[in-house]
């Protein structure tokens, strides 16, 4: 297969960036991880060290990518640890505008940024605020650009149902904040990764489109439907917000807190997203949630 070209994927390791690669790779790209993991980056071909809490470290690790993916998300995201600068601001918002630049000095002709549904023109939450700033650094940066808007994403990777199914090992029911009532159009990763790919030439898409799943449930529907398949059906139980909430307050004082009150905000948002553009610009059919499920739930 003939090379088309050359892309850096910023946050490469991620379940959602692995996906991209993945897709890149198969569609004839030549694909750099970008990782901040600077002893991986140093002693493995194809890795390229890069902080986005570092300005200094991002130029050279875009340097002749003809293509900027970033997908990249602060350490156990979306709890955050402001102490460790691992906030939305400093990797949606301000890390975004750094890598901006660096892709921008380095001559790269398209940036592709993955932001999430939800963002608006005027967002009033912090975290929203924070990611409409990244997709304003980019789409005002004078390159090619694709900014992705997923809704709640899924994979073999993922830190979401993945981390609900080992809980539910051990839990003898699943709290739910709210009731588990919010609504949710849950993406397959490797739709992300096909999205990606097709929009990677001069002559791609550009511009903003929402990318959810074709099958819309609550968040205590999307849980049991994952918890049946691998045999681990379990009673959710609702926690109202009377409690949840004093209780992040609590948690969050702790080193390494399960949950925020911010984080919380973000878990019982609506995740749907407006598919119809999307799918008017590209060759795309959506994985419903149970089949991709049983992709890699199911032996």
Known sequence: MAKRGTAAVVGGRGFIGGAIVEALRATGWDVTVVTHNQRLAAHHAGYRWGDMLDPTTLGPAVEGADVVVQSANFPNYPFERPQLRHTFLEYDGLGTERLVRAARDAG???????????????????YYRAIRRGEQAVTESGMEHLVVRPAFVYGPRDNGINRIIRAARALPV????????????????????????????????????EIGGPDRMSMAHMLRTALDLVGRGRRVVTVPDRVSRPGARLLAKLPGPLITPNALDFMVEDFVADTEPLLKEFDLRLTPFEEGLRDYLVP
């Open 174 to 209: 699943l709290p739910l904040p709210q009731g588990g009532d919010q609504l949710h159009q849950p993406v397959f990763a490797d739709d992300i990764g096909t999205v990606v790919s097709q929009a990677m030439d001069s002559d791609g898409p550009q511009g903003t489109f």
């Open 108 to 126: 790269v002709r398209r940036y592709v940024f993955i932001s999430g549904v939800g963002v608006t023109e005027n967002p009033s939450k912090p």
